[in-house]
């Protein structure tokens, strides 16, 4: 949506314009095509290769810095994710997001050419900093190019890539390590990046942008200590370290300090990082609090449920990413009515409250399962959830990017992602620790001493840990898991009620962009 096109200057302007609107459905569909392959990019990453891991560990070592891996990738996304959505405001989005692909795709070479566990780690670092540009530059492009009453039509597309890429990552993975060799899981990414390159090079027509202010240093550098110190509070607590160790504390008191340090240094800075002034907008903090509480539900509903079902119910572990199917169908499904409701409608607040009641629901119902819960059943109750998550996941992107002005769409999309990546991390960590520790105490009462020896190490075992226990034993755990993700799922439903609090106070601004005049001029590419 560039500002350039927003003057009408007389019939010649309005003749090139209506000329550029009918050449417009073509170039955006080619962009959004790219946009698209880059968000496939971002989210495939992690699960394709999280699948690989075993037969990495396998050929390069280092088993003990095993979680570094996915970790060091989570640290640099999530700290970088900020300062790529405040540079696209600054010096031009098109740039800017071409930066992060290529800076991703480095890393993705590099990593699949690493020689030793210590140097995919560091080349996982630098992939992980430029995926964090990467949905954010979808996301603000989407912003800058589609006005908000006609974006929610491209709802499904991007819930489709989402639902697409956590099905398909586990068996894509499994395929191509087996097929092809482990590296291919990071050289998959270099053709579908250069696609997207080449097409947003060609296609994609945005105004330059040359900031006057400096790059605030001071303050990027203290979101990032802040981030990095939660990122790891989160990863490390409970597993490496207990919760109330030396180490987790002086992460807490080092995140507070950077923390309380940015938000003081944003009040002064010229140019801030995340401008405070976009939290004054009730309706894009409101989207902040359901993004982090809808990040906090869906990742540890997508970690526990395959555990679940893999554990309890005796699926085949090969195929994990099939037995999200009723959630990430019917998310993908409501994803793309609410979009079109939307769209026809302009009406959108009906869509957090009814998707937070029935994330609610869905988790409520999710916490009854036990060992004699059904496959089917738990696939309804599956979908509850998928319903209500269809109804809150892009809703919340758009009412936030509604809610602030163009030259802030950056900062509003990568803090609304940014918040939504910290729901995942305290949702896995505080969801994980709860399983944890029900396992632990439900193996000890059924099965003793052995119960404990067994779960000793970790509470999530696999299938061939799982084949060789004893069937009293095996049985006991069965029970420890089902009271384990009950214990999980209960909390989720308990902390989803927030969610439901912050959508109760929505107010229903009107959609920007609508209209048929509003459309023709802000779609220009």
Known sequence: MADTLAVDTGPADRAKQADQAEKQPQS???????????????????????????????????????????TAYTLATAASTPLWGKLGDMYGRKGVFMSSIVLFLIGSALSGMAQDMGQLIGFRAVQGLGAGGLMVGVMAIIGDLI???????????????????????PLVGGTITDHWGWRWAFYINLPLGVVALAAISAVLHLPKKRAQARIDYLGAGLLTVGITAIVLVTTWGGTEYAWTSARIMELIGI???????????????????????????????????IGFITGFVMFGATLFLP????????????????LL??????????????????????????????GSVLMIVGLYLLSTMDTGTSRFMSGVFMAVV??????????????????????????????????????????????GALFNNRVQDVMSERAGSLGSKVTEQSAQLDAESLAKLPDAVREAYQHAVSSGTHSAFLLGAVIAVLSLAAAVFVKEVPLKGAGPQAEAVADGV
């Open 147 to 169: 006005p908000p009453r006609e974006r929610g039509k491209y709802q499904g597309m991007m819930a489709g890539v989402m639902a697409l890429a956590m099905i398909g990552g």
């Open 307 to 322: 555990l679940y079902q893999q554990s309890v119910q005796g699926a085949s572990a090969t195929n994990s990413g099939l």
């Open 386 to 431: 998928g319903l209500g998550m269809g109804c809150l996941m892009q809703i919340t992107m758009l009412v936030a990017q509604n809610s602030v002005e163009m030259k802030d769409m950056g900062v509003a999309s990568s803090s609304t992602t940014l918040f939504r990546t910290l729901g995942s991390s305290f949702g896995v960590a505080i969801m």
């Open 255 to 289: 995140g507070v300090a950077a923390l309380v340090g940015f938000l003081f240094w944003q009040t002064r800075a010229a140019e801030p990082v995340v401008p405070l002034h976009i939290f004054r907008s009730r309706n894009f903090t409101l989207m902040s609090v």
């Open 28 to 70: 955006v569909r080619v962009v959004l095509l790219a946009l698209m392959i880059t968000m496939m990019l971002a989210m495939l990453d992690n699960m394709i290769v999280g699948t690989a891991m075993p037969t990495i560990v396998g050929e390069l070592g280092g088993l003990e810095h095993l979680s570094w891996v996915v």
């Open 325 to 354: 199917l009723p959630m990430l169908g019917a998310m993908l499904v409501t994803s793309m009515v609410a979009g079109r409701v939307t769209t026809n409608t302009g009406r959108y607040k009906v869509f957090p409250v009814a």
